[in-house]
T-cell receptor
Framework: DTEVTQTPKHLVMGMTNKKSLKCEQHMGHRAMYWYKQKAKKPPELMFV???????INESVPSRFSPECPNSSLLNLHLHALQPEDSALYLCASSQQDINEKLFFGSGTQLSVL | AQSVTQLGSHVSVSEGALVLLRCNYSSSVPPYLFWYVQYPNQGLQLLLKYTTGATLVKGINGFEAEFKKSETSFHLTKPSAHMSDAAEYFC??????????FGTGTSLTVIP
C-alpha cells in the first residue's frame, strides 16, 4: 500500500463552523505533513509531524490545529476560517524526514463561505 | 528565499515533440533536487530525484533530468510528449531548514 488517503475530498464550510480534515497512510512512514495549495501556485508547508511530534509550524494561524493521534493518522482541525483559507489542503508523508521522497494524498478542496 | 527557479509558467508542445521544462537552483551545494508532477484534482507525484552521483536521472513515464553544476540547472525532458503528460510540474529542493522549496510550477499543455 503506497497510498496516502485524505477525506473528505471536498468540503464547504461557513466561517463559524468547526470541521476536520483527515489523512491516513499505512506505509510505516514516520514523518507527515500538511500543505496548503492555492490554484496555480506551489504547495506551501503548514505543519510537519516527525515521530508523532509536531516539529514544524510555519507560522500558521491558530484557526488551524493539527493533531497526530498515531503514526498512521494526521488530522487538521478547522475553526472560524476565513474565505481566504479556501484552498486545496494536501497531506503528505515520508519515511523519516523531508530529504526523502514525499508521498502526497489527493487533497481536500476546501471552500469557506 | 526561493532556492529553485522555474523558467516559464506555461509550456505548450505538440504531441510527439520534445518536452523541456526548465529549473535552476541557487544553492552552491544541492544535495537533493526533485521534480514532481500534479495532474488535475490530484496531489503531487514524484517524477525523479537527484542525489550526488550520476548527473542524468531517469524517472517515471519516460522523463529524465540532467544535473548541470556549471549551469546550476536541473531541466526536465521527455523525448516525445503524450497527451497524458498535460499537467503542472514542480521543481523542488534543495531542502533548507526542514522544508523543500517548490518552484512556482510550469503548466504543460500538449497539443494534438
Amino acid at each position: 500500500d503506497t497510498e496516502v488517503t485524505q477525506t473528505p475530498k471536498h468540503l464547504v464550510m461557513g466561517m463559524t463552523n468547526k470541521k476536520s480534515l483527515k489523512c491516513e497512510q499505512h506505509m510505516g512512514h514516520r514523518a507527515m505533513y500538511w500543505y496548503k495549495q492555492k490554484a496555480k501556485k506551489p504547495p506551501e508547508l503548514m505543519f510537519v509531524y516527525s515521530y508523532e511530534k509536531l516539529s514544524i509550524n510555519e507560522s500558521v494561524p491558530s484557526r488551524f490545529s493539527p493533531e497526530c493521534p498515531n503514526s498512521s493518522l494526521l488530522n487538521l482541525h478547522l475553526h472560524a476560517l476565513q474565505p481566504e483559507d479556501s484552498a486545496l489542503y494536501l497531506c503528505a508523508s515520508s519515511q523519516q524526514d523531508i530529504n526523502e521522497k514525499l508521498f502526497f494524498g489527493s487533497g481536500t478542496q476546501l471552500s469557506v463561505l | 528565499a526561493q532556492s529553485v527557479t522555474q523558467l516559464g509558467s506555461h509550456v505548450s508542445v505538440s504531441e510527439g515533440a520534445l518536452v523541456l521544462l526548465r529549473c535552476n537552483y541557487s544553492s552552491s551545494v544541492p544535495p537533493y533536487l526533485f521534480w514532481y508532477v500534479q495532474y488535475p484534482n490530484q496531489g503531487l507525484q514524484l517524477l525523479l530525484k537527484y542525489t550526488t552521483g550520476a548527473t542524468l536521472v531517469k524517472g517515471i513515464n519516460g522523463f529524465e533530468a540532467e544535473f548541470k553544476k556549471s549551469e546550476t540547472s536541473f531541466h526536465l525532458t521527455k523525448p516525445s510528449a503524450h497527451m497524458s503528460d498535460a499537467a503542472e510540474y514542480f521543481c523542488a529542493g534543495p531542502p533548507t531548514g526542514n522544508q523543500f522549496y517548490f518552484g512556482t510550477g510550469t503548466s504543460l499543455t500538449v497539443i494534438p
